[in-house]
């Protein structure tokens, strides 16, 4: 795993780097320790991205929360963990789907134990994919990719990142049942008779209205969309599995 940690307070910062070094030597992970954000958004460009970001509240000419936003919006979707003195930020840090946060001072068994939920969480995803028959062949779709389906004229389109729609073929069984194995993930919800959705990758949500990164927005009315709302609100604040 490639983990970045920043924290532009230096003895914080290298309080952290020993941790590092020691969670390093038993699990052979790699870390990168960065004293302003601007030295870490340079380096995530240079080698697009790292697996886990460690970040503190309160950094220069600006704040991990906003810092987390850049990194979600420029397409890095790596696991943020949060350094803060209190818990004031929570709400923010997970709108920018956070999947931690550590109260400081840290210890080495809150680190050790957030950045191992971390590792295990990844693991478990990694390479996830549904295999789908199309009209010309087979294909494997990521389940990270995969922003919603809907049922269309008798098959299933996939909605994917970047634009990218696939269509299975004509469908023997109810839609439901075909987006059974994507329902055994915590990430996906149906939140009609035709519509299955990402909970991970919606941006936003109106009355009627949800959103996929900047650019994609659906309309599922009013009835879908209170449908939706508490199942996605619960998953941001739930812990990841």
């Known amino acids: 795993m490639k983990i970045a940690i920043c924290d532009d307070e230096n003895i914080f910062l290298a309080g952290m780097q020993t941790l590092a070094e020691e969670y390093a030597k038993e699990h052979h992970d790699h870390f990168e320790l960065f004293s302003h954000p601007d030295d870490l958004m340079e380096k995530v460009q240079k080698i697009g991205g790292f697996d886990i970001y460690i970040l503190d509240i ?3 000419n ?30 923010d840090a997970f709108r920018v ?26 693991n478990k995803r990694k390479d996830k994919k549904l295999t789908v028959k199309t009209k010309e062949k087979v294909v494997k779709l990521s389940y990270d990719k995969i ?10 389109r996939f909605y994917l990142e970047q634009g990218i729609t ?47 990164g900047e650019t994609r ?23 990841e599995v």
């Open 166 to 212: 696939v269509d299975s073929v004509t469908l023997r069984t109810t839609f439901s049942q075909a987006m059974e194995e994507l329902l055994g993930d915590s990430r996906f919800f149906m939140c009609s008779q035709s519509m299955l959705v990402n909970l991970e990758q919606i941006s936003e949500m109106s009355s009627t209205e949800i959103a996929f």
């Open 62 to 91: 600006t704040n991990g929360i906003a810092l987390g936003r850049k990194l979600r919006d420029e397409g890095y979707d790596g696991k943020i963990i949060y350094l803060t003195s209190s818990e004031e930020y929570s709400l």
């Open 147 to 156: 922003m919603y389906a809907e049922l269309n004229d008798r098959c299933v």
């Open 97 to 122: 789907r956070a999947f931690d946060y550590i109260i400081k001072p840290i210890s080495r068994e809150a680190f050790f134990k957030t950045v191992d939920d971390a590792v295990a969480s990844i």
């Open 58 to 60: 309160v950094l220069p």
């Open 217 to 239: 927005r659906v309309h599922i009315g009013e009835k879908n969309s209170r449908k939706l709302r508490p199942v996605w609100t619960e998953y941001l604040f739930d812990a």
